[in-house]
């Protein structure tokens, strides 16, 4: 099969709400199976620090009115890590979070990245809080707060659930319990992983 015929990238979408344990897979993702992890939120972040970015100010802008970004400089990020990168194998972690994210994820990346796999973490509310709450006392992340995760489990039920039903929908989730230790949450999904062809 030709280059042309063939996506150069494999993509794994990391999905779950808040405090699901997305981020400790994604580490060990990285190490064992050599798949380079990108965070939409950790990419808009960094960009909006960059004084000579074309897209600083307006994500300033939506950051600090609560908003979501523009999905074609999400798009635009990912993809210019993808191609800065040695890697043609991507874990995307927080992205896609509602149905704009994904169309526009659609209407970007075809040609450019194909969705091999969706890992969606599923974890009860509860231990989501109490987890993030944890997480809160040492990681100075002002979001981890009670007030704050109440409003982002609601986003997450009511946004980023359609777009987990979207991928059922066309056989491409694997819905793991996150509700166990993350060395039985690994197990899990090494095998998925390892079934993969990419």
């Known amino acids: 099969m030709s280059n042309d015929s063939k996506p150069p990238y494999s993509v794994v979408f990391v999905l779950g709400g808040p405090g699901a344990g997305k981020g400790t897979q994604c580490e060990r993702i990285q190490q064992e199976f050599g ?28 950051i600090k009115d609560g ?32 149905r704009d994210n994904l169309d526009g994820w659609n209407g970007e990346m075809p040609g450019v990245a194909e969705v091999k796999r969706v890992l ?30 109440k409003n982002r489990i609601i986003t997450y039920r009511e946004s980023t659930m359609p777009i987990i039903d979207h991928y059922k929908s066309i056989n491409l989730v694997s819905t793991i319990d996150g509700n166990r230790s993350s060395s039985e949450v690994f197990e899990d999904v090494k095998k998925i992983l390892s079934s993969l062809d990419c």
């Open 35 to 62: 798949f380079k992890h990108l965070s939409a939120g950790d990419l808009l972040r960094e960009e909006r620090l960059h004084a000579d970015s074309e897209f600083g100010a307006v994500i300033e802008k939506h």
């Open 67 to 98: 908003s979501i970004v523009p999905v074609k400089i999400t798009c635009s990020l990912l993809r210019r890590e993808m191609e800065k990168s040695q890697s043609n194998n991507f874990l995307i972690d927080g992205f896609p979070r509602n």
């Open 120 to 149: 969606f973490f599923d974890c009860p509310d509860q231990v989501c809080v109490d987890r993030c709450i944890k997480r809160g006392l040492t990681s100075g992340r002002a979001d981890d707060n009670a007030d704050s995760l």
